[in-house]
């Protein structure tokens, strides 16, 4: 699992409200997750994020189970999200949902080149690179099978 | 020498572990979600787990015909497929399974991140997105990482005006919004036992707040006695010496009213530090203080008084309303002044029933303030019951009296 894209940078505790507000879950339409994903925060963000590596503060993600978060980023195009930490049910919601999230403390200039490898375990940004700590095993496979959907189809 | 998600887990903290799910329940929030990731998942039969919970508290009744839509498909498959079912008005699904649902040492899972809340019990509870909950309609399985234990040390007991919602406001705001991430926290210590199991969901409520998969109390004579009203019968739960990553100690005591400033849970100050606060709605209830106790308690302070702001009541469930009745504490809101919400949520998630206008500031007796989400530009401070009481009856945040 390898990707890459330009950085936009994110600051500290952002939760899954803030990602998409509890107004609009009800609907099955991924789109309307898409076009209001980050507007409590910044409404310019949802132009910005395909082909987009999210680089956050700590804690990215908390606060409500909601998934719709998780989707609604993939389906905006964002390669990957990076956080020095995230709240555990987005990050399974992420794998689950077949968006990788790297755990990892990097410096974040908006608009530079972002590359990752979870599978050889490392991120680059701005000339720097980082390793990273691998995946569970059951964690990359659920990724590289596009999510927890297609991990069971498959095994089915 | 486990702590007791080690013991209900199986393995050591760090390990992966698979685990059949003893119940898994959502909302109808998430229930629709998972819905369809399961149906996406190629499946036409349920897994064998007996305990699939489907219980409506989030947008009930339904708002608007999308909701009433997405509701009507999840309740035509929950009862088709003979799922245990909560309609509208029965209440929020973390106090259903509350009610003599949950018992200690059971693995748990919700599709809500206030799953937690049923740690209370002793047993593993926790939430899970959609998708992990279509994999366990699927499989009856899910895998967990043992999570690392923060010990809770509690000492003495709550007096003046300081309730478990003080308590919890304080351990959130030394743990901060993420000091729990990946931990359980396991409330332990001698001041544990004068905690009503009330208090205890209360406390296991907010331990998300900080980040963590769970909060936890050993099984002990409380529950015990309250499963024993609820027709259970259950064995205590004996603590081993075990190892905490972390300890935090607190003497009950010392706990004074509390409000987390918006729009951070763990930005907390003393009630006095915001006296005068003016306010647009005090809104009683949510999986966090929406009980019986909680109702009742409010009901004592503002009975024979009027309140003096816009003031939304909802009981956690059918059974809090029906002993609200039955005991003329909601005769007593109403003739306050209060309005009753059925049974659910409420306002507490923005959808509906006392949605905050632009600038408008409510105090809450939920678990979370974030910004907006109690309606767009609409400010959360969040209080104990008897600060909301108080707060309530002067328009503006105000400390509640000692009793
Ligand atoms: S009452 Fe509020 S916090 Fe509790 S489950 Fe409902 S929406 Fe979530």
């Given at each position: 699992m390898w990707g890459a894209g330009h950085a936009v940078c994110l600051g500290p505790d952002i939760d899954t409200d803030m990602v998409i507000a509890g107004r609009y879950l009800r609907t099955k339409d991924h789109s309307v997750w898409v076009s209001h994903v980050f507007e409590d925060l910044d409404p310019a963000l949802a132009g910005q994020l395909n082909g987009a590596v999210i680089v956050a503060g700590k804690n990215f993600g908390c606060g409500s189970s909601r998934e719709q978060a998780a989707i609604a980023l993939r389906e905006a195009g964002v390669a990957a999200v990076i956080a020095p930490s995230f709240a555990r049910i987005f990050f399974r919601n992420a794998i689950n949902v077949g968006l990788p999230v790297i755990e990892c403390t990097i410096s974040c200039i908006e608009g530079e080149k972002v590359r990752f490898d979870l599978a050889a375990g490392w991120v680059e940004a701005a000339g720097n690179h980082y390793p990273i700590r691998p995946l569970s095993p059951r964690m990359r496979e659920i990724l590289t099978t596009g999510g927890l959907v297609n991990y069971w189809r498959g095994h089915r | 020498m486990s702590t007791l998600s080690e013991r209900i887990l199986g393995a050591s903290a760090g390990e992966y572990v698979e685990r059949k799910v003893d119940r898994a329940y959502v909302h109808d929030g998430t229930g629709v979600l998972t819905?369809?990731?399961?149906?996406?998942?190629?499946a036409e039969l349920l897994s064998d787990l007996p305990q699939l919970y489907v219980l409506f508290d989030h947008i009930v009744p339904a708002n608007n015909s999308t909701t009433a839509t997405l509701q009507h498909e999840l309740r035509e498959f929950a009862c088709g497929s003979f799922l245990h079912f909560s309609d509208i008005g029965g209440g929020i699904c973390h106090q259903l399974m509350s009610e003599g649902v949950v018992l200690p040492g059971e693995v748990v899972v919700g599709a809500d991140s206030h799953s937690c809340t049923l740690g209370a019990f002793g047993a593993f509870a926790t939430g899970v997105g959609a998708t992990d909950m279509a994999a366990i309609w699927l499989t009856g399985e899910t895998w967990f990482r043992v999570p690392d234990s923060i010990g809770i040390h509690l000492s003495g007991s709550l007096r003046g005006g300081a309730e478990a919602k003080d308590l919890?406001?304080?351990?959130?705001?030394?743990?901060t919004m993420d000091g729990g991430t990946y931990c359980a926290l396991e409330f332990i210590g001698?001041?544990?036992?004068?905690?009503?199991?009330?208090?205890?969901?209360?406390?296991c409520n907010l331990s998300v707040e900080t980040g963590a998969k769970t909060g936890m109390f050993y099984a002990d004579d409380v529950t015990v006695r309250y499963l024993a009203a609820a027709g259970q019968k259950v064995r205590p739960q004996v603590p081993e010496p075990c190892t905490y990553s972390r300890e935090l100690e607190f003497d009950l005591a010392e706990i004074v009213p509390l409000v987390a400033v918006s729009p951070r849970v763990d930005k907390v100050k003393p009630v006095q530090d915001l006296a005068g606060l003016s306010l647009?709605?005090?809104?009683?209830g949510t999986c966090t203080n929406g009980r019986y106790s909680d109702i009742a308690r409010f009901a004592k302070i503002v009975k024979g008084k009027k309140v003096a702001v816009r003031t939304i009541v909802v009981p956690a469930s059918r059974a809090v309303l029906a002993e609200a009745i039955r005991t003329g504490v909601l005769g007593d809101l109403v003739g306050a002044g209060c309005t009753i919400g059925s049974p659910g949520c409420g306002p507490c998630l923005g959808a509906?029933?006392?949605v905050l206008g632009e600038g408008e500031v409510c105090l809450s007796t939920a678990n979370r303030n974030f910004k907006n989400r109690m309606g767009v530009g609409g400010e959360i401070y969040l209080s104990s019951v008897a600060t909301a009481a108080a707060s309530a009856l002067a328009g503006e945040i105000t400390e509640p009296e000692v009793d």
């Open positions: - | 819905l369809e990731m399961w149906k996406q998942m190629g919890a406001l304080s351990y959130v705001s030394r743990l001698d001041g544990v036992k004068t905690l009503p199991m009330d208090d205890r969901l209360t406390l647009d709605q005090v809104f009683i509906h029933m006392g």
